[in-house]
């Protein structure tokens, strides 16, 4: 028993020595924990998740700015202003993922309760946030029906909803003889009662007040009329559910190929083949730069396949070839970099191993490779600005569906590369100098 309790002691021993295992056994879980705690939990402003989208007021009436205040203070929404072509903009090319148009005639139709269509929103939409898209309408919804609470909460509003109603009706030329009396007569006798109700109000107003509450409930009329329109190249959207999923799959592709270069470098290190291979008349430099090349070569075979499968099996279409070329060779020369950098992050095979899944593994999480950013607290989101894998799904996301110019392909591809460049260049000084 002594035995075995001091071969245990020696392991635990070893196991707290390692640095790098002690902290993927006890700290790493504790970061992963927390993570997903903030994106699962949210802001910690009360518990609840704020989604930003853009607001555009093509009414510009008191009524569609009380909606927008109303919008404002919501705990569940931030607005931004915006015009309706810079709202379609930014949603198309993927910075925002969707606005709300408050449409013209929201203000008139605010007024007619009783008659005629309700106010109309429309909702532009990324088509690949379905999710979101469907808890803006129940957002919109809900402080949508605030309208009929106030109105029957207040008399005075009631009596200025009904006689607009009335003059509807009355002025309505379509509207059957008899329909029309019938719905004058009906809008009359609430007229008088609604008067009765406001009479009775000013009287209770005199009265001391007391602790009573009143409510409205169980409204069964539409508050909004919402319209959903899909933003992407000439509003079609992608062709189908692939164009989406597939580059969240070639993402997935690169960062297996960068982990598994990135140990092969540790294991040439440590079994001395590239203490071997210095022996020989070759410079570090050149053997740093056939380890760049293989997987570099290996990023591109593996995005080749995963887009040829898209476009041959899955109907997934390309909208510039010339653009796809862009999007493949920057994610490889990016990852590439960071494969070298994550190689020099640790001293045997099994720390640069954690080290280098925990780091790609976070920069997944937070750059949208996992989870969908809007469900990302707003400081997790702003942090995903700097993830490659963000820019990475962006990039393949914008030959395959969104249709992105030139110009608007330099941003993701330019960063990319930028991120590569330097993570090459520390992870070579880092090499030479522990060499």
Known sequence: MIQILTLALKDLTVMFRDKSGFFFTFIFPIIIAVLFGSIFGGDHNGGTRTMTVLIVDEDSTTASQDFIKQLDAAAEIKIVPSTLAVASERVRVGKNTAYIAIKKGYGDASEQMFWGDPPEIEIGVDPARRAESAMLNGILMKYGSKRFQDAFSDPQKMLQNLNISKEAIENDSDLDTTWKNNLSQLFTDLDRFFEFESNQIEELDSLPADNSTTSAENNVMLPLLITQKNVAVLKAGPINAYAISFPQGIIWGIIGVAAAFGISIVVERTQGTLQRLRIAPISLGQVLAGKALACFTAIIAIDIVLVT?????????????????????SSAICFTGIMMLLSVLGKTERSVGGIGWAVLLVLSMIGGGMIPLMFMPGWMKTVGTYSPVKWTILSFEGVMWRGFSFSEMLQPVGILLSIGVVSFLIGVIVMKKTS
């Open 309 to 329: 499968l898209a476009v041959t099996v899955f109907g997934v279409s390309i909208n510039s070839f010339v653009l796809l070329l862009l999007a493949i060779l």
